[in-house]
């Protein structure tokens, strides 16, 4: 989400040509900070991009090596804890920027739409057993009825001893 007076700030700064060229520091952080974000974001586009071509062996000049590498110092484990009646449901962390891999007993559970959620379930060869999972990426928590980027977790009985973890890209400190 993006906050309104964010979004503010970084305008009155692009229009304030009266300075010429002096920039203040409140201005240089908003510049310093939207830079990491589009530097960031290009991390994971060049990714996708060297990933599709064939990767070398070399050891120092692999590209997807080193974009995994400038991800990774960003990339965060996280543990949900075992809470009786949240139906499947586990809210993000605040830091959390881009969703990685969900995992249970160390075991990747698949993500899916909410659409299949419903497909899954009409069939007994395809319904949610203890041993095939999935998961739901949402912004809305079902339980409290609220905006809230999480994950529905199916079924829901799976994770009653806890045990979902999760990695993910998290937001950056923002520099001053």
């Not at 201005?27 to 290009?42: G, Y």
């Not at 599709?52 to 995994?68: A, F």
């Not at 041993?131 to 912004?139: A, E, I, L």
Request: charged letters at 25%; aromatic letters at 12%; one cysteine or more.
């Amino acid at each position: 989400m993006v906050n309104i007076d964010t979004v503010y700030q970084k305008v009155l700064a692009f229009a304030n040509k009266e300075q010429r060229g002096y920039v203040t520091p409140q201005e240089f952080n908003l510049f310093a900070s939207q830079a990491q974000q589009e530097i960031i974001e290009q991390y994971f586009y060049d990714l996708n991009q060297f990933d599709r071509g064939n990767g070398n062996n070399t050891e120092y000049s692999d590209m997807v090596t080193l974009i995994q590498e400038k991800i990774g110092t960003l990339t965060k484990l996280h543990k949900f804890a075992k809470i009786l009646g949240n139906k499947g449901w586990h809210t993000l962390p605040d830091d959390c920027y881009k969703l990685g891999t969900v995992t249970k007993d160390r075991e990747e559970i698949d993500e899916i739409t909410y659409s299949e959620v419903a497909k899954y379930r009409k069939s007994r060869l395809t319904m949610f057993t203890y041993v095939t999972r999935g998961y739901v990426f949402q912004n809305w928590d079902p339980i409290n009825s609220v905006s809230a980027r999480g994950i529905q977790v199916y079924p829901s009985n799976a994770d009653m001893e806890g045990g979902i973890r999760i990695s993910y890209v998290k937001i950056p400190e923002p520099p001053k």
